[in-house]
């Protein structure tokens, strides 16, 4: 399959950045906007707000790829301190206590953390 897949790498990788991050920006839509099925505004509070904050500029900071290494680092960190806060008191493994988008995304961005913008971004564009 890798020899199939090799000739694409860099493609297949755009587009898991493009989709991972409008993905988590659709997070951040439903905390500050309301979308999505989201929290009427008069019930955020500082942290959720802040959280939605980071969803949503991150989000699309990676899926454009503009300084997506620094966002993604931002954005795994908020994933980290979601899970621990949130998930892991509700019990000891992410299956137990809902916490696996929480984890997949907290590793997704230190994938794209380590690795950056890549092909297709408003990095590449603007070198």
Do not use: W
């Amino acid at each position: 399959m890798e020899r199939f897949l090799a000739p694409y790498k860099e493609t297949i990788y755009a587009v898991f950045r493009i989709v991972i991050g409008l993905l988590f920006a659709c997070h951040g839509a439903q905390k500050l906007l309301g979308m999505f099925g989201g929290i009427p505004a008069e019930y955020l509070n500082a942290l959720t707000y802040t959280a939605g904050a980071i969803e949503l500029v991150g989000g699309l900071m990676i899926a454009v790829g503009f300084r997506a290494s620094i966002a993604a680092f931002i954005c795994s960190g908020t994933m980290a301190v979601a899970y621990f806060m949130a998930h892991q008191p509700q019990g000891l493994l992410p299956i137990q206590n809902q916490g696996e988008p929480a984890v997949m995304y907290c590793f997704a961005f230190l994938v794209i953390a380590a690795k950056g913008s890549g092909r297709l971004s408003v990095d590449e564009a603007m070198r």
